[in-house]
């Protein structure tokens, strides 16, 4: 069985000694580590460290000033590319904010959500609910009353449709009766035309059936014709 090893808390060495010992373990494998990752994965790096004492102590793949520099520069960079997005972040931040305080005021409208409420807030929502109500009520005659008018307006307008059509009508009703009234008219003149016809042929016809009854009287007779 393996013993197990024990922890090390990480916490302040009190001990000078200890901790400039431990200090100067930590530090090579520190370097060490920081050494390999930059072969391993081809990267750039910069370690500095202070000891207790003040002492300096650094390591860099190149140049420690072209790090910081790199630093620097990148630090400039992203701060100026994270402001919009920290504006906008603050923007969404505030307005989600606003639309939670504006959903509870819909649900304390709605009458839910009341128990946190005082007597004033609840007498303030109570006014804000009855203003409410009364700007719907004046909305709603407005509406009734939009309604009513273009109703009217109709009315109007079918009655006035209405009126033309009966003029129409009676237009052609006495139209009808003047054109029944000349046909009458025509075939009383034209019956009385034929009536005097006939009688004239028939006048005609008699004297010369008389005509003709004399000459034949007179052949009877022996005498003389007379043309």
């Not at 790090?67 to 701060?79: F, L």
Request: charged content about 30%; glycine content about 8%.
């Amino acid at each position: 069985m393996k013993p197990t090893s024990k922890k090390i808390k990480i916490e302040k060495i009190d001990n000078l000694p200890a901790r400039q010992v431990t200090y100067s373990k930590r530090r090579r494998g520190l370097l060490k580590k920081a050494g390999e990752l930059s072969v391993l994965c081809d990267c750039e790096f910069s370690v500095i460290i202070f000891s207790a004492t003040g002492k300096l102590c650094e390591s860099s793949s190149s140049s420690t000033k072209d790090v910081i520099a790199r630093y620097e520069s990148h630090i400039e960079n992203v701060g100026k590319l994270d402001r919009p997005s920290l504006e906008l972040e603050h923007d969404c931040i505030r307005l989600s904010r606003e639309l939670a305080n504006k959903s509870g005021n819909i649900r304390q409208m709605n009458g839910e959500d009341l128990e946190g409420l005082n007597i004033d807030e609840l007498q303030r929502l109570e006014k804000e609910i009855e203003g409410c109500l009364n700007r719907v009520n004046q909305t709603k005659e407005e509406k009734f009353s939009s309604e009513v008018l273009e109703l009217e307006a109709k009315g109007a307008e079918l009655m006035d449709a209405s009126n033309q059509l009966r003029q129409d009508i009676g237009m052609l009703s006495n139209g009808s009766v003047t054109f029944e009234s000349e046909i009458s008219t025509a075939e009383e003149g034209w019956l009385s035309e034929s009536a005097t016809n006939a009688s004239s042929c028939l006048s005609t016809d008699s004297s010369l059936d008389d005509h003709s009854g004399t000459d034949t009287l007179s052949l009877k007779l022996g005498l003389p014709y007379g043309g």
